[in-house]
């Protein structure tokens, strides 16, 4: 039952950071956050390998940006949850 709960409050809070990125996105179109928007969208569909190859290829263009790496360590936390 905690775990529904939780999930429903996860997604709750990512819609409204992705829909916090977005405005961001529309003011600033070709920073990092259309990056960080993209891999939100993949870790939420559960599409792990495509969410990891969004953030390098943004950690590319983008190579010492804070929030990537803090969204890189995210991705890191989903791969370590799926393996385990």
């Given at each position: 039952?905690?775990?529904g709960v939780k999930?429903?409050?996860?997604?709750?809070?990512?819609?409204?950071?992705?829909?916090?990125?977005?405005?961001?996105?529309?003011?600033?179109?070709?920073?990092?956050?259309?990056?960080?928007?993209?891999?939100?969208?993949?870790?939420?569909?559960?599409?792990?390998?495509?969410?990891?190859?969004?953030?390098?290829?943004?950690?590319?263009?983008?190579?010492?940006?804070?929030?990537?790496?803090?969204?890189?360590?995210?991705?890191?936390?989903?791969?370590?949850?799926?393996?385990?």
């Open positions: 039952m905690w775990n999930n429903f409050f996860y997604k709750i809070g990512a819609t409204i950071a992705i829909f916090l990125m977005w405005r961001r996105i529309k003011r600033e179109p070709h920073q990092a956050p259309f990056w960080e928007l993209q891999t939100e969208l993949y870790l939420i569909k559960g599409d792990i390998t495509k969410a990891r190859e969004t953030i390098d290829k943004a950690l590319n263009l983008f190579p010492n940006n804070e929030r990537l790496l803090v969204k890189l360590k995210r991705v890191e936390e989903h791969e370590r949850g799926i393996r385990q």
